[in-house]
């Protein structure tokens, strides 16, 4: 009995540490493609005396940040990091080589490297130097917060977040298009947070068309935009659109295809904002697979999805989507002639239906967001 308390104890101990790490490396989020956003934790005697995430690429690895901060008290100390560390040389040194040379006792590990250039040999490499090495602390959570980085390591494309606000009869507007406001300022403001935290947001140029929407990032510290990608087959956004003409840092890019018309496509090129990828056709729409694959080539690991039913349906169809995050407001619209999350018909059979797994819920006021894991694109 005593065994099994002493433990669970300890095991509560080592999840409090890896969670301290999983907060650090939450500051990483959206800034360290093509890097994973990591966190790490020194800890003496039951006591943090060491923390270090990893800012963006170019800079130190979160390990490295956090043996500086621990500095002499690393000998025989434990390190916690989100990741397996690094033994490979890249634009730093082996974060493995750091942490042996730091003489660090043992090693506590949230999920091994996906990239499978490099999975496994960090650990291999800790224990043949005789450090102790625990894989999978608090496991889940942190493949939910590297799973852009897995999504991008392992197909080549990022990582696709739909989003929206739905009443809770299941609409995204009335009838007549109107949607401002179904979800609550908390909701709203909220979004504006994930956006500082992804590296894309993607509309239809529907959206645009009726929405004239800017998708910037209004926080009321210092927020950072997402590229904006705005899905438009035969290039109908107005030259005069306002997301054509942000103060911004972060670019547009414009998604069409050959159907678009060549003059309107030198026109956008003259803007010093935006960029237009001309890509394949797939039933006279942009090839969205195509798309994703060009994106995750610029290096983009996660793009959140705030397009209208048809965008929204054509990544259904495609079995594109890998998270889902969904709004949801006390409010009925009724009738069947509002404006669903998906256009076009749905599945006719349950077991064919999209399903969430590791759902997580989280209330804004009244409102509450659903968000959850697409079964299909969950690691084995």
């Not at 000998?75 to 560390?85: C, Q």
């Not at 609550?184 to 935290?197: A, L």
């Amino acid at each position: 009995m005593f065994l099994s308390s002493h433990n669970d104890h300890a095991e509560c101990c080592h999840s409090a540490f890896m969670r301290q790490a999983l907060e650090l490396a939450r500051q990483g989020v959206g800034r360290t493609a093509p890097n994973p956003a990591v966190g790490s934790v020194v800890v003496v005697d039951g006591q943090v005396v060491g923390r270090g995430f990893h800012p963006q690429a170019g800079q130190p690895h979160a390990e490295i940040f956090a043996l500086r901060d621990a500095g002499d008290l690393c000998k025989g100390a434990d390190i916690y990091v989100t990741l397996e560390p690094c033994s490979h040389q890249g634009k730093t040194g082996p974060c493995c080589e750091a942490i042996i040379a730091a003489q660090i006792s043992r090693v506590f590990v949230g999920v091994e490297d996906p990239n499978p250039l490099v999975s496994g040999r960090g650990l291999e490499r800790l224990r043949s130097a005789g450090i102790e090495v625990t894989v999978g602390v608090c496991a889940q959570e942190c493949r939910h917060l590297l799973a852009p980085f897995v999504k991008h390591i392992t197909t080549g494309k990022p990582l696709v977040i739909l989003k929206a606000g739905l009443t809770l009869d299941g609409f995204l507007a009335t009838s007549t298009g109107d949607s401002q406001w179904i979800t609550n300022e908390k909701s709203r403001q909220h979004v504006h947070h994930v956006r500082d935290r992804v590296d894309a947001i993607m509309v239809g140029v529907g959206t645009v068309l009726q929405d004239d929407p800017r998708l910037t990032t209004r926080l009321s510290h210092a927020g950072r935009d997402p590229i904006r990608i705005v899905v438009d087959s035969q290039l109908r956004i107005p030259l005069d659109a306002t997301i054509l003409h942000l103060d911004s840092s972060a670019k547009t890019f414009i998604a069409t295809t050959g159907l678009a018309s060549h003059d309107k496509i030198e026109q956008l090129k003259e803007n010093p904002t935006v960029e237009v990828l001309v890509l394949p056709c797939d039933d006279n729409q942009v090839d969205l697979e195509s798309l994703l694959i060009k994106l995750g080539e610029k290096n983009i690991q996660s793009v959140l999805v705030e397009g209208g039913a048809i965008l929204n349906r054509s990544l259904f169809v495609k079995k594109l989507i890998d998270r889902v995050m969904i709004y949801l407001a006390p409010k009925l619209i009724g009738g069947n002639d509002a404006k669903g999350l998906f256009a076009g018909k749905g599945v006719t059979k349950l077991s064919e239906a999209l399903e969430l797994k590791e759902v997580r819920t989280q209330n804004f006021g009244d409102d509450i967001l659903f968000e959850g894991e697409v079964v299909s694109c969950l690691p084995v």
